[in-house]
């Protein structure tokens, strides 16, 4: 098996499993309090989560806190319902369903565009009601790297807050200014069934789910297991940041000359190389993932897999159904070896050759 579909969740690092072992199983078998209980083996496990909380926030702006969530998804609703009712929320046209969704279902969404190359640039209007501005730092299918910096002078010009979903950008890029940013685990090699949300000092939010508020804004019993095993992937993440960054785009060139007869979708340059999205004129995607089965990618993100809808996100940037419905995505990282990436790109390649393409 060949696994090229990183942007949908990365391997796990072999420091988190260690350190989530240590919450699983223990030395003495001890391992398994309640990290909410006054108790020393709750303390004990209270302390591991602290450790996790601060690795987690040395990738973060200082002056914020971290609260844990069961993933994502469920901190951008903290975030978008937690921080305040009425009035527009605007986003980028190429958002996660998590963030638009959740907008739309409150009746606020305003969809600001974004260009050709999938950049959501600051030229446009917020409506005089903008209460929250939310821009992606990376897209999760297409990898342009967005403008978060500006869009955050820009929402402060507006009295409006920023939220940034920085679930693709968390260990691989800086992430500066925010009033609240969003991260997954699984997305930067720790384990899934958590996640996270930075908030500004001074921010309060409104609870989302009640019935103890262990986090302070958000209720429910942590895992010690899963919150050591984020805050040791957290840690890694750091200290290899430069040499992930020269692994990827050393990958990211051989893809390019691999893929070169095929039509990248985004930026060239203002995206995060570890993400190849690319479309053949004619294919039939479905096709090629069944002759590939050895091969994992991805035709879409992985959230939207199975629902036979056209990419919200390679609409935004103007291609048509048949142009969207021909992309495919090619995602690799930290263990992604350069015989591997040869290897999926070859398979992949003959079999578009067997279309007729």
Same mark, same amino acid.
């Given at each position: 098996?060949?696994?090229?579909?990183?942007?949908?969740?990365?391997?796990?690092?072999?420091?988190?499993?260690?350190?989530?072992?240590?919450?699983?199983?223990?030395?003495?078998?001890?391992?398994?309090?309640?990290?909410?209980?006054?108790?020393?083996?709750?303390?004990?496990?209270?302390?591991?989560?602290?450790?996790?909380?601060?690795?987690?926030?040395?990738?973060?702006?200082?002056?914020?806190r971290i609260i844990f969530t069961g993933n994502a998804c469920e901190a951008l609703n903290l975030a978008i319902r937690g921080s305040g009712t009425g009035g527009s929320v605007s986003i980028?046209?190429?958002?996660?369903?998590?963030?638009?969704?959740?907008?739309?279902?409150?009746?606020?969404?305003?969809?600001?565009?974004?260009?050709?190359?999938?950049?959501?640039?600051?030229?446009?209007?917020?409506?005089?009601?903008?209460?929250?501005?939310?821009?992606?730092?990376?897209?999760?299918?297409?990898?342009?790297?967005?403008?978060t910096v500006d869009w955050h002078r820009k929402a402060k010009e507006n009295n409006a807050l920023f939220l940034v979903d920085a679930v693709q950008a968390y260990g691989k890029i800086e992430?500066?200014?925010?009033?609240?940013?969003?991260?997954?685990?699984?997305?930067?090699?720790?384990?899934?069934?958590?996640?996270?949300?930075?908030?500004?000092?001074?921010?309060?939010?409104?609870?989302?789910?009640?019935?103890?508020?262990?986090? @302070?804004?958000?209720?429910? /019993?942590?895992?010690?297991? &899963?919150? !050591? #095993?984020?805050? =040791?992937?957290?840690?890694? $993440? %750091?200290?290899?940041?430069?040499?992930?960054?020269?692994?990827?785009?050393?990958?990211?060139?051989?893809?390019?000359?691999?893929?070169?007869?095929?039509?990248?979708?985004?930026?060239?340059?203002?995206?995060?190389?570890?993400?190849?999205?690319?479309?053949?004129?004619?294919?039939?995607?479905?096709?090629?993932?069944?002759?590939?089965?050895?091969?994992?990618?991805?035709?879409?993100?992985?959230?939207?897999?199975?629902?036979?809808?056209?990419?919200?996100?390679?609409?935004?940037?103007?291609?048509?159904?048949?142009?969207?419905?021909?992309?495919?995505?090619? @995602?690799?990282?930290?263990? /992604?070896?350069?015989?591997? &990436?040869? !290897? #999926?790109?070859? =398979?992949?390649?003959?079999? $578009? %050759?067997?279309?007729?393409?």
């Amino acid at each position: 098996m060949i696994y090229l579909d990183y942007q949908s969740t990365t391997p796990l690092a072999p420091e988190a499993r260690d350190a989530m072992l240590r919450w699983l199983d223990g030395p003495d078998g001890t391992a398994f309090a309640n990290p909410h209980s006054p108790h020393k083996l709750g303390r004990q496990a209270k302390a591991s989560i602290e450790l996790a909380r601060e690795r987690v926030a040395a990738l973060l702006p200082p002056g914020g806190r971290i609260i844990f969530t069961g993933n994502a998804c469920e901190a951008l609703n903290l975030a978008i319902r937690g921080s305040g009712t009425g009035g527009s929320v605007s986003i980028s046209a190429i958002e996660h369903a998590a963030v638009y969704e959740t907008a739309e279902a409150l009746g606020a969404a305003h969809v600001l565009n974004v260009s050709k190359e999938g950049q959501c640039n600051t030229a446009q209007d917020l409506p005089n009601d903008c209460r929250l501005v939310a821009v992606m730092s990376i897209n999760n299918e297409i990898g342009t790297i967005q403008p978060t910096v500006d869009w955050h002078r820009k929402a402060k010009e507006n009295n409006a807050l920023f939220l940034v979903d920085a679930v693709q950008a968390y260990g691989k890029i800086e992430i500066t200014q925010a009033d609240m940013i969003a991260i997954s685990a699984h997305k930067f090699h720790g384990p899934k069934g958590i996640g996270a949300l930075w908030v500004r000092d001074g921010l309060e939010l409104e609870p989302q789910i009640t019935g103890g508020l262990q986090e @302070g804004d958000r209720s429910g /019993t942590l895992s010690p297991a &899963l919150v !050591a #095993g984020m805050g =040791a992937a957290a840690a890694v $993440a %750091k200290e290899r940041m430069a040499e992930d960054h020269e692994h990827v785009e050393e990958l990211w060139k051989r893809a390019r000359d691999l893929f070169s007869d095929w039509e990248l979708n985004g930026s060239e340059d203002t995206r995060y190389h570890g993400n190849l999205n690319v479309r053949r004129k004619g294919l039939d995607v479905n096709r090629l993932m069944s002759e590939c089965r050895d091969v994992m990618f991805s035709a879409g993100s992985a959230c939207a897999s199975g629902s036979g809808k056209t990419s919200h996100v390679l609409k935004a940037i103007g291609l048509s159904d048949k142009q969207a419905k021909s992309s495919i995505r090619v @995602g690799f990282g930290r263990y /992604t070896s350069l015989e591997d &990436l040869e !290897a #999926g790109a070859k =398979a992949i390649n003959e079999a $578009a %050759k067997a279309q007729g393409l």
